[in-house]
């Protein structure tokens, strides 16, 4: 059964440094977003994406992050100074668009000391 | 308007109960309600979900009920099982492509041999 793959599972990184979690979709959708978990908090949504732009974003989703898929394949998510608070499991979803199944990836840990 | 309040926070049964798991939702443009369930370390699967037009959905053991005049929606798992052990998130969308989910708070949930 195809599914969402993310890389890597676990980061950890020092505050102020530049992170690109990867994400890896089910090949035929379209759809796609980042969401994040901080330990034992609900989930969040960050950032939608679509036809190669954002769709919507939160207001989680400041001028710190940004999401691109550089070659057809990968998606990924970049922080690029990160803080104490980015610390959370960050998933990547995908859709067809057909409906409204989201499939999850099963997260990238990020430690932010 | 944007929440989704999701009670009780953990609950424990005894194999063979009915664990029932309350959600509930103010913005009325909320179209799609699904249900995941999240096991330690995984990301979030898609177990079942619901539209407005229907009051109630089953799949395997799985039960959703929906209320909309009460803007209330539950899970049901009938004859549980340890391995249901897990935690459970209800989430909605409303209209339009991307629909980012809005989260619950998430049950854990513990089943007991």
């Known amino acids: 059964e195809p599914e969402v793959t993310q890389t890597p599972s676990h980061q950890v990184t020092q505050m102020g440094q530049e992170v690109i979690l990867r994400c890896v979709p089910i090949?035929?959708?379209?759809?796609f977003y980042w969401y994040r978990q901080i330990l034992g908090q609900k989930v969040e949504f960050l950032v939608s994406?679509?036809?190669?732009?954002?769709?919507?974003k939160s207001e989680i989703f400041d001028d710190q992050f940004s999401v691109e898929r550089p070659d057809g394949s990968n998606f990924t998510l970049k922080i690029r100074s990160t803080k104490l608070e980015d610390s959370a499991m960050y998933f990547c979803a995908t859709g067809e668009g057909r409906g409204n199944e989201q499939f999850f990836g099963p997260g990238t840990r990020l430690t932010v000391l | 308007q944007q929440q989704v309040k999701q009670s009780p926070q953990s609950l424990i049964v005894q194999k063979g109960g009915i664990p029932i798991i309350n959600c509930a939702y103010e913005?009325?443009?909320?179209?799609?309600f699904p249900w995941y369930q999240q096991f330690p370390g995984k990301g979030p699967a898609l177990l079942i979900a619901i539209r407005p037009d229907v009051s109630e959905k089953k799949e395997g053991r799985f039960t959703i009920s929906f209320n909309k005049s009460a803007k209330q929606f539950s899970l049901h798992i009938m004859d549980s099982q340890p391995g249901d052990s897990a935690t459970y998130f209800c989430?909605?969308?409303?209209?339009?492509?991307?629909?980012?989910?809005?989260w619950g708070l998430g049950t854990s949930l513990a089943v007991n041999p």
């Open positions: 913005n009325t443009a909320f179209d799609y």
């Open positions: 989430a909605a969308s409303k209209g339009g492509n991307n629909r980012k989910l809005i």
């Open positions: 090949s035929n959708h379209l759809y």
């Open positions: 994406f679509y036809n190669n732009e954002i769709s919507e």
